[in-house]
């Protein structure tokens, strides 16, 4: 990859290396154009409207619905049999209108880990109020989850299956695709949260054979604003809201009756953030053109020299899985890489790197209690996380000034 080229779409990069592409990637030039050009050439609603503005932002809309569901495996936008693809704001509300949308019933159980973000946990905690039973699987002290723990959990009974495909606290990488094939030996649904992994590397909805992911835009160079919900069968979630622009038809009102559209519309309520959706078509094709495969191998280089370095550097603690295979033969750990440097606060490395050579990582929990108090890490953890707009001088430049703020530690 040329990533020297690949910067000239990140004017920001001038100044800075940015390595927290775990919490938010860049938005590239052509993609800022993109969502720049609705405004200033065709900005009217989606949905509504006859003249020729409001019919050019529906295409586009609607072409944007298609390159997500393409981008993923999942086929076209609206309710054919390759899935739904639903815009959202992002990981968490995709996640949450499966919380909230599934019919759900005294004694109904969910699995998930203690690997999991926030949002892919704190939804199915809440769901307990409804007498819903919750099996968390622990990861051992390496953060890898074993699959024959999710033998042993998935049982005839459990309604969904709820796990992260990549860690964005320690860059673990799930096999979901023998947790798929566990989940349909038992009846139970998948919902695979490819918040981390949808952006940086291949992700197939028919190879995983899940039945919901979900994934942010703003972390695949999209703008703010643009998330995705995939369910694999339309009717097996309700609508989180209803109103305006999701209605076919209001019959009488005493009665309260009325008819939601087929397809995505049914679950868009209301005007939605339709520059961030278009944007984020822009973001697919951006990716497109310089390719998911390679994209990937990109990252597992840089990771791998990355991961090198820092145990060659004394007094930094690297977490995580080790680099290599699992047992199914697939990578153990993607591009994100949490450490620590003795004797200093995460949030004190953070600081020194930015002031001494701007270089922006994240510190602390990375929305990960659980698990951080599970690996005894009070204070959580210094997180790397890499994009292909990063290059070897990237690492190297991370790599030295993390080895002088340790030697004055």
């Given at each position: ?245 999701m209605v076919q038809d209001v019959g009488d009102l005493c009665e309260g009756g009325y008819e939601i559209k087929k397809g995505y519309e049914g679950y868009e309520a209301g005007t939605p953030d339709i520059s961030a959706g278009i944007g984020l078509g822009a973001a697919v094709d951006f990716l497109n053109r310089w390719g998911m495969e390679e994209i990937h191998n990109h990252e597992k280089r840089l990771t791998a020299k990355l991961l090198e370095g820092l145990q060659g550097i004394n007094g930094v603690e690297v977490y995580g899985p080790a680099p290599g295979s699992n047992r199914q033969g697939q990578p153990q750990r993607g591009g994100v890489v949490s450490f620590a440097v003795k004797g200093l606060l995460p ?63």
């Open positions: 990859m040329d990533v020297q080229e690949i910067k000239k779409d990140f004017p920001i990069l001038k100044d800075v290396i940015y390595l927290d592409s775990a919490s938010t990637g860049l938005t590239p030039e052509p993609v800022l154009e993109a969502v720049l050009d609705y405004y200033h050439s065709y900005k009217a609603n989606v949905g509504r409207g006859v003249y020729r503005m409001a019919q050019l932002a529906d295409q586009r809309y609607r072409d944007a619905h298609r390159q997500a569901a393409e981008f993923v495996g999942g086929g076209g936008g609206g309710s054919r049999p390759e899935g739904m693809t639903i815009f959202t704001r992002n990981t968490t509300e995709s996640i949450n209108i499966v919380a909230r949308g599934m019919r759900w019933k005294k004694g109904d159980r969910i699995v998930t880990s203690l690997a999991e973000h926030h949002s892919n946990l704190l939804p199915w905690l809440k769901l307990k109020e409804k007498g819903v039973e919750l099996q968390i699987i622990k990861p051992d002290k390496t953060g890898r989850l074993d699959l024959a723990d999710y033998e042993k959990a998935i049982t005839k009974g459990t309604r969904l299956v709820a796990a992260s495909q990549l860690s964005n606290a320690l860059g673990t990488v799930l096999p979901v695709k023998e947790i798929s094939k566990i989940c349909r030996e038992r009846g139970s649904a998948l919902l695979v949260d490819g918040a981390q992994s949808v952006p940086h590397m291949p992700v197939n909805v028919t190879e995983i054979d899940c039945d919901f992911l979900c994934f942010s835009g703003h972390k695949m160079l999209a703008p703010m604003g643009a998330g995705v919900l995939w369910i694999k069968k339309e009717g097996e979630v309700e609508p989180l809201l209803v109103g305006g622009g949030h004190e490395v953070a600081l020194m790197l930015d002031q001494a050579s701007s270089i922006c990582v994240r510190s602390g929990h990375h929305c990960c209690i659980p698990l951080m108090r599970h690996l005894g890490l009070k204070y959580g953890t210094v997180r790397a996380s890499l994009y292909l707009y990063n290059s070897e001088d990237d690492i190297e430049k991370l790599l030295g000034t993390l080895e002088q703020i340790a030697r004055m530690a």
